[in-house]
């Protein structure tokens, strides 16, 4: 079976490109998107992409040739760029130009790469039987994700180099359990854990969570705040030096040059986004040669290309704990009557409200009227500007139900975790930015209760700046779970790529847009490493049949789109299964022209992993292509060409280097015009993977 499961791209997130948009076409350059166009031929029909260059020009491009186009994004959402001319040369010198400045940013990471190569860990230990006395102690059923991710925590720790992964899911999908398992077998095996948090009220939350993991294990577990008072702090800062603490959480005080480690193993790093740039520059100071592992609901895009590029690892937390529900979303003007109904509605079931408004001078104001139109509701009000023991007091009273709401600025919005609240407000909710709206909104719908968030705009929906609508739009159109990756993607498209590459490279960013520069920047980041991904070959195949997904079957151009995007990115038979009981689910009986399609596929699986470029189906005869890459698989296909059972159907020459033609002897008819070829690509596939 070739290549189990597929790692995530970089781009899958971003939204679809509409008509109307801006497009980058690889080889001819930038132009406007006119939506899918179905072209009949010889009565075979197709689906085909339309793009409109400079002067009207067209271009209809196959469906299966849909990763050549996407989706043109700048470095500032604002720049819209000029369009391309066919048969000009200044496309191809625009590329260049970008690619030498991208070579210059693989440099850089080469040399990141290397030192994460020849640097030594620590190895630790395999899992023994109080590891899995541990894990079984944890109260909930992991999710396949949840599991896969602490699997591959614990493959990295056991390895002599230092650990870099960062572990992506939603608020509630079960990071921190990840991060709780790498830190009991840090401790364990006699290593010091450091875990960092970007709040004081986040880092009371783990602490206490931790507390409550390793209650039953000889584990000493510190906690450094604001919240601690200073002779505390200076006890266990001499604790922690002399090895006494075993695990400390805190915020950013842990950066302090103060604290002195007796013997760190392992960093963990929760919203690793957080940090500001003095902070993130002494967290690399402190991760130089210890395993580090960074948590996130909605990463940034510099961190995300460096795990997809292969700098660092990733494991994503896709799926939902287990009677989870969709948080539903509303979005409204402020109005009295509506904010009263949405608290009633859920004091009436015995819950609590968030009420989030992140302007500290108003909070007094926004007080007063609530308090005008519900005067029996009990409200506690806490912001950054209180005192720690004010804030630890105002959560002790709400976390007990003695608050029907809590008043509060954007504070709780990274990790307050309370099961009892489960309707958030959020006001003035058109000045946040999307990852913080998606983090606030996270705060509820922990459990298994139907939660709600009201989205309360300020300044009239009419007077929204496009960018505002935007950001409402996305954060309702990424309401399902588990769309925390997507929604950071979205960021990126309305904010546009900003720094992504450095500063200095924003105008070559503008010039072929973000994707092109990021496969430009993964091209080179596998030279670095010497690999060639079967996701890096797009194989191609020419057959007489009708390859399209009729209107009957998907109407919406959109969807169609995405169905594209996600065949072009399979890259196992696995995904083809599962995108194939997906069409099945959702739109019912796959008609004949869709089965074609995902039999192609399958066929351009096993080309992809035995790195054929190009299948040509004729009424008699087969010709297969391969990738320049094939010379490492050289010895595979003359073993395959003088294969006696493979012979015996057909007559096998070379016609070149990398080109066999297959021709059918004594008349063998090819009556599936497709099995044929795949029969003979699995036996080539077998062989190449006997090989490596």
């Known amino acids: 079976m070739p290549h189990k499961g597929s790692k995530p791209d970089f ?41 409109v260059f400079e002067g009207g020009d067209k271009v209809f491009v196959p469906a299966g040739k849909i990763y050549l186009i996407h989706k043109y994004i700048a470095a500032s959402g604002e720049n819209l760029p000029g369009l391309s001319r066919l048969g000009s040369k200044s496309w191809e010198r625009t590329k260049i130009r970008a690619k030498e400045k991208i070579k210059e940013i693989a440099e850089d990471l080469k040399v990141l790469y290397a030192k994460r190569m020849t640097q030594r860990g620590f190895a630790f230990s395999e899992e023994d039987e109080i590891y899995r006395e541990f894990e079984e102690s944890f109260e909930f059923e992991e999710t396949g994700d949840q599991a896969s991710a602490i699997k591959d925590v614990l493959s990295d720790m056991r390895l ?36 960092i948090a970007p709040t004081t009220l986040l880092v009371e939350q783990h602490f206490n969570n931790f507390k409550k993991r390793f209650e039953k294990y000889p584990v000493k577990i510190a906690c450094i705040s604001r919240f601690v008072g200073k002779s505390e702090e200076n006890k266990i800062l001499d604790r922690i030096k002399s090895g006494e603490i075993d695990i400390v959480i805190g915020t950013h005080k842990l950066l302090s040059e103060k604290i002195k480690f007796n013997d760190i193993g392992l960093l963990i790093i929760d919203e690793e986004q957080k940090f500001g740039v003095l902070q993130k520059e002494r967290i690399k100071e402190i991760r130089s040669s210890i395993d580090v592992l960074a948590m996130s609901a909605t990463p940034i895009p510099r961190t995300l290309y460096l795990s997809l590029s292969g700098i660092r690892d990733l ?27 949405a608290v009633f509605k859920e004091l009436r079931r015995g819950g609590q409200v968030y009420f989030i408004d992140n302007r500290i001078l108003h909070l007094e104001e926004t007080f ?17 500007r209180l005192s720690s023991n004010n804030i630890e007091d105002v959560m ?39 990852s913080q709206l998606y983090q606030l909104r996270g705060r509820v719908g922990r459990f298994h209760f139907q939660a709600y968030c009201l989205l309360i705009i300020g300044c009239g929906l009419g007077n929204l700046t496009d960018e505002q609508r935007k950001r409402l739009n996305a954060l309702n159109e990424y309401g399902k779970l588990g769309a925390g990756l997507k929604l950071a993607m979205a960021d990126l498209e309305i904010r546009g790529a900003g720094n992504i590459l450095g500063g200095a490279q924003s105008g070559h960013i503008d010039a072929v847009g973000l994707e092109m520069c990021m496969q430009m920047l993964k091209e080179e980041v596998e030279k670095i490493r010497n690999v060639i991904l079967p996701s890096q070959i797009n194989p191609e195949v020419k057959i007489n049949l009708s390859l399209h997904i009729p209107d009957s079957y998907i109407s919406d151009g959109k969807i169609k789109l995405s169905i594209y995007r996600k065949l072009a990115n399979c890259n196992s038979m696995d995904d083809v299964y599962a995108l194939r009981s997906e069409l099945a689910d959702r739109f019912g009986k796959i008609p004949d022209p869709v089965k074609n399609i995902l039999s192609v596929e399958e066929l351009k699986v096993y080309m992809k992993n035995s790195k054929v470029k190009l299948l040509e189906v004729k009424e008699n005869e087969c010709i297969i292509e391969f990738h320049d890459s094939a010379k490492a698989i050289s010895n595979a296909l ?10 015996r159907e057909f007559v096998i020459n070379f016609l070149g280097e990398f080109i066999i033609r297959l021709r059918l002897k004594n008349g063998v008819k090819l009556s599936d015009r497709l099995s044929v070829p795949k029969i003979i690509l699995q036996q080539l596939y077998s062989y190449v993977k006997i090989l490596n």
Not at 19 to 35: L, R, S, Y
Not at 168 to 184: H, L, N, P, Q, S
Not at 322 to 340: L, P, Q, V
Not at 638 to 647: H, P, Q
């Open 160 to 195: 002599n180099k230092p650990m870099d992964r960062l572990i992506c899911g939603d608020a509630g999908y079960g990071k921190t359990e990840v991060a709780i398992r790498a830190a009991f077998k840090a401790s364990m095996d006699g290593k010091q854990v450091a875990f």
């Open 315 to 341: 494991s994503i937390i896709n799926t939902p704990p287990a009677g989870r529900k969709n948080i539903i979303t509303d979005i409204a003007e402020y109005n009295d009557r509506i904010i009263k109904d």
């Open 396 to 434: 002790h009273l709400f976390y007990n139900k003695r608050y029907d709401m809590l008043l509060s600025t954007s504070i709780i919005e990274s990790g307050l975790d309370n099961p009892n609240v489960n309707t958030i407000i959020i006001n003035n909710a058109e000045n946040m930015g999307l």
């Open 11 to 51: 781009f899958n997130g971003i939204s679809e490109i509409e008509p109307g948009d801006f497009a980058v076409h690889n080889e001819f350059g930038i132009a406007k998107f006119t939506g899918i166009k179905k072209i009949a031929s010889s009565g075979i029909i197709s689906d085909y992409f339309g793009l």
């Open 368 to 384: 007063k009227k609530i308090k005008k139109i519900m005067p029996d509701i009990r409200i506690g009000i806490v912001h950054g």
């Open 638 to 647: 003359i073993r395959f060409v003088n294969d006696k059972d493979v012979s």
